[in-house]
């Protein structure tokens, strides 16, 4: 590999043995998780809202070809009534005139590299989207979530580490999250920020020097808290620390591939 992500990093912040786990020795987690194929399922139909003439009809045909994988819903939720809540979202989002896209085929999923302290790598983001926000060029990033954020939100957002690090690759400091909320009464949440330019530099020595860590190979296990709230019991990466073949078996994939492209 000759960069880093967001992803990357923050998986190495999280815990290094499960960075190494996967995008050095090449495991991968299984799809099975019904929440996280809805949102890039979604997130193509919102996309498309913006290309083709029925969003919603997208959607549910997208939706309609995962409909027999075996899935995990949990919380109540199912495949219909993701569907249902999918549906309302797009409708209601297409109602709202609040965000403006110039150029569909090139202002979604942009890219951006930049090159790291310390290292010979550099930094690369793929921003959700670049266009015009309550009247305001922004950097744009989707959110598919079960929970509203609070209304007194105040300025907490501009903390937000994705945020920071994707306003830093794009030198863009106006960013907005648009959270689509799946509920009862589906709600779309638009969240201003202003990431300030003192945040992408104490960033950049961050990365600079998690990335020199990393190029060194320091990774070791980071089980953090202690049990019962300890984060290593919900890691699909456990089997590998405990080596317990079942658990592997269960929740990941070799992907050889992975190791040397990441």
Not at 80 to 98: I, S, V, W
Not at 150 to 175: F, H, I, M, T
Not at 193 to 220: D, H, P, V
């Amino acid at each position: 590999m000759d960069h880093y992500s967001y992803t990357q990093l923050s998986t190495y912040l999280q815990c290094p043995l499960k960075y190494k786990y996967h995008y050095l020795d090449g495991w991968q987690e299984t799809e099975d998780k019904a929440s996280l194929v809805f949102g890039r399922v979604f997130q193509s139909a919102v996309e498309a809202q913006f290309l083709v003439a029925d969003s919603v009809r997208f959607f549910t045909e997208r939706w309609a070809g995962v409909r027999d994988m075996p899935l995990e819903y949990p919380n109540g939720d199912s495949w219909e009534k993701m569907l249902e809540q999918g549906q309302a979202l797009l409708e209601q989002f297409r109602q709202d005139p609040r965000v403006l896209i110039e150029d569909g085929r090139t202002d979604f999923q942009v890219k951006f590299r930049r090159p790291l302290p310390l290292s010979q790598k550099h930094f690369l983001a793929y921003v959700d989207a670049l266009g015009y926000v309550d009247g305001r060029h922004s950097l744009i990033e989707w959110k598919t979530t079960t929970q509203s954020y609070p209304e007194n939100l105040g300025r907490v957002l501009e903390l937000d580490p994705q945020l920071v690090c994707y306003s830093w690759a794009a030198q863009k400091q106006e960013v907005c999250l648009v959270n689509f909320v799946r509920k009862k009464q589906p709600e779309i949440q638009y969240l201003h920020a202003k990431i300030r330019k003192r945040q992408w530099k104490t960033l950049e020595e961050t990365i600079g020097l998690l990335a020199s860590e990393m190029e060194a190979g320091y990774f070791y296990p980071r089980s953090g808290i202690r049990y019962p709230n300890n984060q290593c019991l919900n890691c699909s990466y456990l089997g590998l620390c405990l080596r317990k073949k079942r658990l592997v078996e269960e929740k990941l994939v070799k992907v050889e591939e992975l190791a040397v492209h990441g």
